[in-house]
């Protein structure tokens, strides 16, 4: 309950956490670690500024459904906006320093990032590139074990990423 416009999903099956990365239409995207009937926020905790809304969202945001104290706060909010598009969750094996870290791909910002997960909370947030490639679409874990990125360069780019040795 109160999501709005989740594009990137991720389940963390061995520590049992479920993630999801959500566009706001204020500039303020988040990071979430979801939880089973809780309500995360939207449309009352938009952090100012209004959403795409409609007579229904109007009557959603104001009517007595929920108080601010039953929200469930982002694990972490991005100070600008980024666009996020894709999660994923790093599990295999290549990245032994990064196991339960999560990446997310930023459209606009044109930027990965990666965030080093401390049990269920958030410790730290890294940007991975040096220089911008484009807008990064997807990222994910193959059956390989290694992390690809998909960027929306006009060549559809997709990189593999190697840890150095």
């Not at 449309?43 to 039953?70: H, K, M, R």
């Not at 990064?98 to 269920?120: D, I, P």
């Amino acid at each position: 309950m109160g999501h709005r416009h989740v594009l990137g999903l991720a389940v963390d099956e061995t520590r049992n956490n479920v993630w999801a990365v959500e566009a706001r239409g204020n500039g303020h995207d988040e990071l979430i670690r979801l939880h089973r009937g809780e309500n995360h926020g939207w449309p009352e905790a938009s952090n100012g500024g209004q959403g795409n809304g409609s007579d229904i969202l109007e009557a959603v945001a104001s009517s007595e459904l929920f108080t601010e104290e039953e929200v469930i706060e982002p694990a972490y909010r991005f100070p600008e906006d980024v666009a996020p598009s894709g999660l994923a969750v790093v599990n295999g094996e290549h990245y032994p320093d990064w196991q339960g870290n999560l990446l997310v791909g930023g459209l606009e910002s044109e930027q990965l990032y990666r965030f080093e997960v401390n049990g269920s909370d958030i410790s730290d947030m890294e940007e991975l590139l040096d220089e911008t490639q484009g807008p990064v679409r997807e990222v994910r874990q193959g059956p390989d074990g290694y992390l690809y990125v998909l960027i929306g360069d006009e060549s559809g780019t997709l990189y593999r990423l190697e840890p150095e040795e």
